[in-house]
């Protein structure tokens, strides 16, 4: 799988837009990129993830570079409940593959 | 999203006793689930791939012999601390992939502590 980059922490005022960037630079032509979360002492919750185009739920929206080395999740109205460690993780798209995780980045919401 | 459940939330242990930990997949099939462990301020290290009916393989650096990983339907796999000492308490999750894209859901995890 390829590597990503995250800044180790962000800050963000409640009720702003959090704005998480990934650099993914050897990512492949068949990988996916992943989003996931993980609040403290829970197991990690899937966010989002996309191929090339932009994807958009119901938590947030991925923006994808043209060259796909790299993206940003956004949040757009952040909530205190949005503190938490956030991964950006590629992978190929297959049960059989599972996803690797760095260190991701450590965002904390404010008042 | 897919649910993913793990039993026990917390358990506590002695030193030398083994303990099962529960994995399911409450409303898909996994063919193929997996496991990670997690150190207080770490991130998620996988220890093995759960497949269904096969044998697990396993990352380097972890035990097989320690670590016990049996998938025997395709919504539950269990994984088996045997003689368990302080140095294996940590956080225990899995997970297991479903959907488009094989998105990977995560269960709740599993807090081991070993007296």
């Known amino acids: 799988d390829a590597k990503t980059t995250q800044p180790p922490s962000m800050d963000c005022a409640e009720g702003r837009a959090a704005n998480l960037p990934c650099n993914h630079s050897?990512?492949?032509?068949?990988?996916?990129v992943y989003w996931y979360r993980q609040i403290h002492s829970q197991g990690p919750q899937y966010i989002i993830h996309g191929l090339k185009n932009n994807e958009t739920n119901e938590m947030a929206s991925l923006i994808i570079t043209e060259d796909r080395k790299s993206s940003t999740l956004i949040l757009p109205h952040a909530t205190l409940r949005d503190t938490a460690v956030y991964y950006c993780?590629?992978?190929?798209?297959?049960?059989?593959?599972?996803?690797?995780f760095g260190k991701g980045t450590s965002l904390l919401v404010t008042p | 999203g897919a649910v993913v459940s793990q039993h026990p939330s917390r358990v506590i242990c002695k030193s030398g006793t083994s303990v099962k930990i529960e994995c399911r997949s409450l409303?898909?099939?996994?063919?193929?689930m997996f496991w990670y462990r997690q150190f207080p301020k770490k991130s998620l290290m996988l220890m093995a791939t759960?497949?269904?009916?096969?044998?697990?393989t396993y990352e380097q650096g972890v035990e097989k012999d320690k670590f016990l990983i049996n998938h025997a339907s395709l919504t539950l796999s269990t994984l088996t601390v045997t003689s368990a000492h302080p140095e294996d308490s940590s956080f225990y999750i899995c997970?297991?992939?479903w959907g488009s894209g094989n998105t990977i859901y995560f269960g709740e995890g599993s807090w081991l502590t070993v007296v």
């Open positions: 409303d898909f099939q996994a063919t193929t």
């Open positions: 993780i590629v992978r190929l798209s297959n049960s059989g593959y599972a996803l690797n």
């Open positions: 997970s297991a992939g």
């Open positions: 050897t990512i492949s032509g068949n990988e996916y």
């Open positions: 759960s497949n269904e009916g096969s044998k697990a």
